[in-house]
């Protein structure tokens, strides 16, 4: 079992940066890919970006490629994801994701199994 817990979001004016942590309890956090999705409001979650286990290998929507960058600190069980040049339609809650399968890095939220609570981030234009 996984616990996460998002922390970071807030507001901020179009074109700023803002950085979302992901904290998981227990120790299999560093054997699991590991997402971020978001959902604005009125619509579906959406997949952002994912990260290998490992750290090796990362995978991101083209909505926020060359924006946004996912990373990982497994020695501190947590998980990053920095926003960079945020657009008024970055205005989501954000939630982290455990996919505990390692099979490959998914875009689907139903192939993860964990769930943090979200944090919201709210772009000003």
């Known amino acids: 079992q996984v616990q996460l817990v998002e922390s970071g979001g807030g507001l901020v004016q179009a074109g700023g940066s803002l950085a979302l942590s992901c904290a998981a309890s227990g120790r299999a956090f560093s054997s699991y890919n590991m997402g971020w999705f978001r959902q604005p409001p009125g619509k579906e979650r959406q997949f952002v970006a994912a990260i290998r286990w490992t750290g090796d290998n990362s995978y991101y929507a083209a909505a926020v490629k060359d924006r946004f960058t996912i990373s990982r600190d497994n020695a501190k069980n947590t998980v990053y994801l920095q926003m960079n040049s945020l657009k008024p339609e970055d205005t989501a809650v954000y939630y982290c994701?455990?996919?505990?399968?390692?099979?490959?890095?998914?875009?689907?939220?139903?192939?993860?199994?964990?769930w943090g609570q979200g944090t919201q981030v709210t772009v000003s234009s």
């Open positions: 994701a455990a996919d505990r399968s390692s099979s490959g890095l998914h875009v689907r939220p139903y192939d993860y199994d964990y």
